[in-house]
């Protein structure tokens, strides 16, 4: 090949690898705009999906920002900066719910008196309860429970005793938990005045 054309050709060959080149880096580079726009896609759905899911993966943590607002933490489990793991936040919800020692002493003390105060209308023969443990909302509402007496006249029940059939604590033998009814709105509007009356007059007793 005579010195001219071989440097013709070189040139030419050359200018296609340059071509080439370019061709392949253009490609790569449009990959990567658009894997971008679809991790973007992505991580803004894993942020409006559910906190428990939004991450999508098991590699990273799930983190808590806002109330709706979910990201994904780093391949150490670390959540970016001004948010919150979502289990450490849930933990923590939880802690704040949990009474006082004070309070449970209380409530176990209240308790206690609402046992004793069933126990003294059973004394009187006023205090007559189709489930177990008996409501108390009848004793608190009226001083009796005429509940069980009710139900086998086949007559509706306080709210209290038809939640508790409905969760299988009835203990009327023979009965029906699904035809188990509860009372009418007007008496259940009688019932819960007759309720805040006597929580008032205890308040008030209290002063």
């Not at 090949?1 to 070189?10: A, D, E, N, T």
């Not at 200018?15 to 971008?36: D, E, M, Q, T």
């Not at 009796?144 to 709210?159: E, H, I, Q, S, T």
């Not at 038809?162 to 509860?182: M, P, T, Y």
């Given at each position: 090949?005579?010195?001219?054309?071989?440097?013709?050709?070189?040139l030419?060959?050359?200018?296609?690898?340059?071509?080439?080149?370019?061709?392949?880096?253009?490609?790569?580079?449009?990959?990567?705009?658009?894997?971008?726009g679809?991790?973007?896609?992505?991580?803004?759905?894993?942020?409006?999906?559910?906190?428990?899911?939004?991450?999508?993966?098991?590699?990273?943590?799930?983190?808590?920002?806002?109330?709706?607002?979910?990201?994904?933490?780093?391949?150490?489990?670390?959540?970016?900066?001004?948010?919150?793991p979502i289990?450490?936040?849930k933990?923590?919800?939880?802690?704040?719910?949990?009474?006082?020692?004070?309070?449970?002493?209380?409530?176990?003390?209240?308790?206690?008196?609402?046992?004793?105060?069933?126990?003294?209308?059973?004394?009187?023969?006023?205090?007559?309860?189709?489930?177990?443990?008996?409501?108390?909302?009848?004793?608190?509402?009226?001083?009796?429970?005429?509940?069980?007496?009710?139900?086998?006249?086949?007559?509706?029940?306080?709210?209290?005793?038809?939640?508790?059939?409905?969760?299988?604590?009835?203990?009327?033998?023979?009965?029906?938990?699904?035809?188990?009814?509860?009372?009418?709105?007007?008496?259940?509007?009688?019932?819960?005045?007759?309720?805040a009356?006597?929580?008032?007059?205890?308040?008030?007793?209290?002063?």
């Open positions: 090949m005579k010195p001219q054309r071989k440097r013709v050709f070189v030419a060959l050359g200018g296609l690898l340059v071509l080439v080149s370019a061709w392949a880096f253009a490609n790569s580079g449009l990959r990567g705009v658009i894997s971008s679809h991790s973007g896609e992505s991580a803004l759905q894993n942020r409006k999906a559910d906190s428990a899911t939004c991450c999508q993966h098991a590699s990273s943590s799930c983190c808590q920002q806002e109330e709706t607002f979910c990201c994904c933490g780093n391949a150490d489990h670390v959540c970016p900066q001004g948010t919150v289990a450490l936040q933990k923590s919800q939880k802690e704040e719910m949990k009474a006082s020692a004070e309070a449970m002493a209380k409530g176990k003390a209240a308790r206690q008196a609402v046992e004793a105060h069933r126990k003294a209308l059973d004394k009187d023969g006023v205090h007559s309860c189709c489930i177990n443990p008996s409501c108390v909302f009848c004793a608190a509402a009226g001083d009796m429970c005429p509940c069980a007496m009710n139900l086998r006249k086949g007559m509706p029940v306080c709210p209290e005793c038809w939640g508790g059939w409905q969760s299988g604590f009835g203990r009327l033998e023979g009965v029906d938990a699904a035809k188990v009814q509860i009372a009418p709105k007007d008496k259940l509007k009688m019932m819960y005045e007759m309720k009356k006597n929580f008032q007059k205890t308040q008030d007793a209290g002063k």
